[in-house]
């Protein structure tokens, strides 16, 4: 079964860069049958796909977000990262990494809280 | 594409059958995913492919539709089963991955 856990600063400043990191489980990072997406939810809200990325690198992104999102991976590491910049208080939310089969999002992480404040 | 989801909420019975339904703004053919969530939880996945069950999901729950209009039936509702249901879609490039808005189910 995947394992996904999100990992990064709690706390970011407006305009400043948000990183977090989704480290997968060894057995999954390298299965070509996955994308691995960043999903986040704001408090009280619903749920917001930011992007995706393929062991290959091929990512596609949220068009309302595409500006200002990066995804990477890192397999020697068994990483998903994820860097979304210009960050202001509509960007804090819980965000969620999760395993992306066809066309749904089958395996989730347990999410981080990231709080964008001065 | 946008979805929508009735009704926003809903109070019942444990035991009674619960119908949620999601409905695009326009036809779609690849059907939709209905995802469970409870407060502080990440969401799970019940349903894909507009009917089918996910491994470990409970046979009370069920999906249908087609065209512009889904639903999601629990049938005998358990105490479990209280949280927030989502839809959601897939569609090609540019548009990518949409959630529906959430209908959540309490306890009368």
């Known amino acids: 079964q995947v394992q996904l856990q999100e990992s990064g600063p709690g706390l970011v400043k407006p305009l400043q860069t948000l990183s977090l990191n989704c480290t997968v489980s060894s057995d999954y990072i390298n299965n070509g049958g996955y994308y691995w997406s960043w999903i986040r939810q704001p408090a009280g809200k619903g749920l917001e796909w930011i992007g995706r990325?393929?062991?290959?690198?091929?990512?596609n992104y949220n068009p309302s977000l595409k500006s200002r999102v990066t995804i990477s991976v890192d397999t020697s590491r068994n990483q998903v990262s994820l860097k979304l910049s210009y960050v202001t208080a509509a960007d804090t939310a819980v965000y969620y990494c999760?395993?992306?089969?066809?066309?749904?999002?089958?395996?989730w992480g347990q999410g981080a809280l990231v709080t964008v404040s001065s | 594409i946008q979805l929508t989801q009735s009704p926003s909420s809903l109070s019942a019975f444990i035991g009674d059958t619960v119908t949620i339904t999601c409905r695009t703004g326009q036809g779609i053919t690849s059907g939709v995913a209905w995802y469970q969530q409870k407060a502080g939880k990440p969401p799970r996945l019940l349903i894909f492919?507009?009917?089918d069950l996910e491994s470990g999901v409970p046979p009370r729950f069920s999906g249908s539709g087609s065209g512009t209009e889904f639903t999601l039936t629990i049938s005998g509702l358990q105490a479990d089963d209280f949280a927030t249901y989502y839809c959601q879609h897939f569609i090609s490039y540019p548009h990518g991955f949409t959630f529906g808005p959430g209908t959540k189910v309490d306890i009368k």
């Open positions: 999760a395993s992306n089969r066809y066309s749904v999002f089958d395996h």
């Open positions: 492919d507009t009917s």
């Open positions: 990325i393929h062991v290959t690198g091929a990512s």
